[in-house]
């Protein structure tokens, strides 16, 4: 049932459930915060979902178009020109995407040339409404350019080493992480060379986790209004990232693991508040940060594989107490409250 006319409509999590194995389409869950699902729409095996901002769940479609998919399973062709794929089976991506703070752009990363080690890729973006254009081209050696993050109005890129992959428990940059300004179409770096995980707040400070020169050990580093210089140590080991500023800009959180293994998976998550420069583990062990909602809870998830947990999706307050609201653990991304007509 639709919510009356002017009704509020409050924060959604959009979440994707797939088969067992992950052999079959996906299934698009809406849930409120309160743990309700209200609606569900198994997707056609051509379609796969691209994410979730604003009011617009984007859901990708084999022959490159673009959709806008309803809470009642109807959608919308918003645009086109996305790589097609002629992958059999259930569709997947076929380039790595991101999409707008508002849901109402897309942009990806693709390699459009590979000789003698030399690579040129381009980043493009495509909107409702807004035919694909190039907004990036590059030819470096065994790296490129792929979106990153896409939580502010100028997106994080990402220089990232082509070919790597293996067991990757975070979203990794593999390589520069620059801010693309997308008037002057200027990319400015943020942090170090090769970090492994970047972040902008919404107040202009930076974060991110790297190896400590001339050590083994990873350091997470925050710059910027308020925060130059406060930095805090991850194990040598493992993988770290999860990397996300609250939307006040006053906290911030990250997560590590042993990278232990499938069936073995441990994780924990700190927060750093950036007002005092306090650290503390935050919320139940071995969940993973996913996104932050608007009234300042993290939304963070556990698979099957990862320790000893119920797996789902949790929301976890600054006090780090947290609530399961869902038995699926993959996120896709908030719709923020409006109201209906």
Do not use: C
């Amino acid at each position: 049932m639709s919510p009356g006319a002017g009704a509020a409509v409050g924060t959604i999590l959009v979440e994707i459930s797939t088969p067992p194995n992950l052999v079959g389409p996906q299934t698009v869950h809406w849930i409120t915060l309160d743990g309700t699902e209200i609606a569900m729409h198994r997707l056609p095996a051509d379609e796969a979902v691209l994410g979730a901002a604003g009011a617009h769940v984007l859901v990708y479609r084999g022959d490159g178009h673009v959709l806008d998919l309803h809470q009642d399973g109807s959608d919308t062709d918003v645009g086109q020109g996305m790589p097609a794929t002629t992958a059999r089976g259930a569709t997947t991506l076929p380039v790595r995407v991101r999409i707008s703070p508002d849901g109402t752009e897309w942009m990806w990363g693709q390699i459009i040339s590979q000789a003698s080690g030399h690579v040129t890729s381009t980043l493009t973006i495509a909107g409702i409404g807004t035919a694909a254009h190039v907004v990036a081209e590059a030819t470096e050696d065994g790296h490129a350019l792929a979106p990153y993050r896409w939580t502010l109005a100028d997106p994080l890129i990402a220089h990232s080493a082509v070919g790597v992959g293996g067991y990757l428990l975070f979203d990794d940059a593999f390589g520069q992480v620059d801010r693309l300004n997308l008037t002057t179409r200027a990319q400015t770096p943020v942090g170090p060379a090769s970090p492994e995980a970047v972040d902008l707040a919404g107040n202009q400070a930076a974060a991110n986790i790297a190896i400590n020169a001339g050590t083994t050990t990873k350091l997470l580093t925050v710059s910027g209004p308020g925060q130059r210089g406060l930095s805090a140590t991850l194990p040598a080991s493992g993988e770290a990232g999860g990397l996300m500023f609250d939307p006040s800009s006053s906290h911030l959180v990250f997560a590590s693991s042993p990278a232990n293994g499938p069936g073995h998976e441990h994780f924990e998550t700190d927060i750093l508040d950036l007002n005092t420069g306090a650290r503390s583990k935050f919320g139940p062990a071995d969940l993973r940060p996913a996104t932050w909602v608007p009234d300042g809870r993290l939304v963070e998830y556990r698979t099957s594989s990862d320790g000893d947990g119920v797996p789902g999706t949790y929301l976890v307050s600054l006090d780090g107490a947290a609530v399961k609201i869902s038995s699926y653990s993959t996120i896709a991304g908030v719709l923020k409250p409006s109201r209906t007509p």
